[in-house]
Each structure stands twice: as C-alpha cells, then as structure tokens.
C-alpha cells in the first residue's frame, strides 16, 4: 500500500511563499488521484487542490490563484506551491492520495502564517 510522507511546512509571514511537498513509496503512484487537505483546530478538514493522473486540478475558491498543484509521476511525489499566504491559510497541510479501493493520508505538515 502506498505510504506518504509531507514536508515544507514552517512558519512564513503574510504574503509569504511555501511549497509543501509529498512523497509517495510502496504503491502505483500514477494511478492515484492525489489531494492536499488542511485541518485548522476547531474546523473540519477541507481539500485544497487535487490533481488527477492526468494532470486535471481542481482547488478551493479560498486558494485559487494563489496555490499550485503539480505532481512528477517519475520522482512520486506531489507539492504544493502557496504564494501570498494569508493567517487563514494557518493549518495542518495533509497529503492523500485515492484510488478506486484505496484512500491513503499522510502525518501531515504545519504551516502557520504570522507576523
């Protein structure tokens, strides 16, 4: 089964810059859907962006413009580059990857915007 490890994350000051990323080892890479989530405490989790095999992304009205999706299917992995960050973008940043029988998350990486 395929296992995720996150990383970038840190403390960045508003309209600031971030690139998280997610490396995949132990499944098909390719054939999954991958998604970056955050969970703010107090607040459900939400997706941010995903990206299909394909390359196809969707994000979150909140982001858009701002965040980038991208994923090399050589190197499996999947990053995140957030630009003019805001402290409403303060979170803990999740990798998952979906496939049709499998829905795999990773630890997860803080990211907390402050002056």
């Known amino acids: 089964q395929v296992q995720l490890v996150e990383s970038g994350g840190g403390l960045v000051q508003p309209g600031g810059s971030l690139r998280l990323s997610c490396a995949a080892s132990g499944g098909i890479f390719r054939i999954y859907n991958m998604g970056w989530y955050r969970q703010a405490p107090g607040k459900q989790r939400e997706l941010v962006a995903r990206?299909?095999?394909?390359?196809?992304?969707n994000y979150a009205d909140s982001v858009k413009g701002r965040f980038t999706i991208s994923r090399d299917n050589e190197k499996n992995t999947v990053h995140l580059q957030m630009n003019s960050l805001k402290p409403e973008d303060t979170a803990i940043y999740l990798c998952?990857?979906?496939?049709?029988?499998?829905?795999?998350w990773g630890q997860g990486t803080q990211v907390t915007v402050s002056s």
């Open positions: 998952n990857a979906q496939s049709v029988t499998r829905n795999v």
């Open positions: 990206i299909t095999p394909g390359g196809s992304t």
